[in-house]
Structures are given as C-alpha cells and as structure tokens.
C-alpha cells in the first residue's frame, strides 16, 4: 500500500527548498525577491487558513510577502483601485484575490482589473486564452501542480485515457489543457454526464474535483488506475476529507492521492514557483 501513495508533502516540500535556493540566487544576481500580495475580503474561516498557509511559505521560501486584509463592506470600487496600486507597485510580481468574494462584488470585474502578467492565480482571460492555445504563461496552481505530481511519479500520459470529474474553471478546464498539451485523451465530466460511474471506470487516471465528500467509489475506479482527488470537505467533526473513498477505491489504484497531503500542498508550490518566474520575467523584461 505504501509505495501506492501520492505524497504530495513530500514534493512540495522538496519543490519549496529548491525554490528558496533559487529566490537567494535571484537576490543575489539581480537584487530582485520575488513579491506576492494576497488580498483576503471578509472572514470566511476556510480562506483565512489558506490565506495564513500561503504568507506562512511564502516567508519561508524567502518571498516578499504581504495579505491584505479587507472588510467585507468594501466596495468594488475600492477592492478595484487596491488591485490597481498593486499592478503599478514593480516589488509584487504575484497579485491573488482569495475566492470566493461577497456577493456584491463582481468576481469576474475583479479578475480582469489584475495585470495579467501579476495573475499568479492564472485566472484572467488572456491568461485562460494563452492556455488554451497551447502557450501557457500563468497557469491555475491546482492543475499545475497535479502535472507536477503526475511528472514525479512517472505517470505516462501519452494516448492515455484520463477522465476528470468537475468542469471549473479553476481545476477542471484547464487540468483538460494540460492533459491535452501531454498528448492524453481527455473526457471532462460533470454532474449531468450520464452514466458517470461506467465513463470513469475506463480512466487510466481519474482527476476528481466534484467538492462531495467520498463521492467516487470503487464503482469508478479501474483495476491499476491513477486516482488524484482534488477534493477538499470538511466532514461532521471538522475533518478535512476528500471527494474520492479512499478506503473502498485504494486497493483497486495503483497510485492514489490522499487528502489532506495530496494535491492540497501541491497547489501552493505552484503558486509560489509562478510568483518566481514572473520575477524572474520581470529582469528579461
Ligand atoms: N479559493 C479556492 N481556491 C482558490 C484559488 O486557487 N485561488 C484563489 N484566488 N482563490 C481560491
């Protein structure tokens, strides 16, 4: 069972070290750190943790790292003219706004007034359009970080068949544009797809980002499949459980993704390593 395990951890600790080696390197040589600036509306519990998670590596890689941290009576005017000091400020080179934003702001408004060469979340259309047409710059840290995960433990992609459950923008769609970039045939499926269950069990892999706890059973899984779980619920006693069964789907997998210490760790690695290099654009520029 041991060597069937995704250890996420232990990669985005690996990636994380090698990352501050080369945040010192740039210090060094171009006299620029990398800067990252996390803008954080209201107090919803979940974002707050992951807002502490991603300053907390973000010091720890040797990042210039700042939150700031609005109320959620803001307007959008104001959240735009805060985004906008940071396009113009040449120390942050990554700009995120956690999601989700109260509902009187326009999300959509929101993501389209950052730079896009400081969308460190990949999220702006020219971002998503560079993606799509097979030239990607800013990418989504959660399906950037399954293709790393994927690539360390010598997943082949190649004509393979991955099935993906979720059609988000921020996990699903473009997890599909990578996959398709590797040469995989990529069927994307979601909450109407019909016959969910027989279309995943002929996945080579199974990419699952539905947000319903223990959703995928053995019923989904291919005897030898890849299962990553993107998932990430909160069960009766507040603990963290992912949308895939791992109990009845890992002995069926030959590789599996826990949660938490699967993808979860992943993501903010990528984060990070996008801020980098848009840094390091920033001394070819
Ligand atoms: N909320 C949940 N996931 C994400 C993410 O990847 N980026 C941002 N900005 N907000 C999120």
Request: with cysteine; aromatic share 4%; hydrophobic share 40%.
């Amino acid at each position: 069972m041991a060597e069937k395990l995704i250890d996420g951890k232990a990669l985005a600790q690996k990636m994380q070290l090698q990352l501050a080696e080369k945040v010192k390197k740039l210090e060094i040589e171009h006299g620029i750190v990398p800067g990252l600036v996390v803008i954080l509306v209201g107090d919803n519990p979940a974002s707050q943790i992951y807002v502490r998670n991603k300053e907390r590596s973000a010091l720890t890689a040797g990042f210039k790292s700042e939150t700031v941290r609005l109320s959620d009576s803001i307007s959008e005017e104001e959240l735009l003219e805060i985004i906008a000091k940071y396009n113009q400020d040449p120390s942050y080179h990554g700009i995120l706004v956690q999601l989700p934003l109260p509902s009187h702001i326009n999300d959509k408004r929101v993501i389209l007034a950052i730079d896009p060469h400081k969308d460190v979340d990949g999220f702006h259309p020219m971002n998503t359009g560079h993606l799509w047409s097979g030239r990607p710059l800013m990418v989504p840290c959660t399906p950037a970080g399954i293709m790393e995960i994927l690539h360390e433990y010598e997943v082949d992609l190649e004509g393979k068949n991955v099935v993906i459950i979720g059609r988000s923008n921020i996990v699903g769609k473009p997890m599909a544009q990578l996959l398709l970039d590797k040469n995989a045939t990529v069927t994307l499926t979601h909450s109407r797809t019909r016959h969910l269950a027989s279309v995943c069990k002929r996945a080579d892999i199974l990419i699952v980002a539905i947000g319903q706890a223990n959703f995928v059973t053995e019923d989904f899984v291919k005897e030898g499949g890849v299962v990553i779980d993107v998932g990430m619920n909160r069960d009766d006693n507040g603990k963290l459980i992912g949308d895939v069964n791992f109990e009845r789907v890992a002995p069926l997998a030959n590789l599996i993704t826990p949660v938490p210490g699967g993808v979860g760790p992943m993501t903010i690695t990528m984060l990070l390593e996008q801020t980098y290099q848009a840094a390091l654009r920033s001394v070819e520029l």
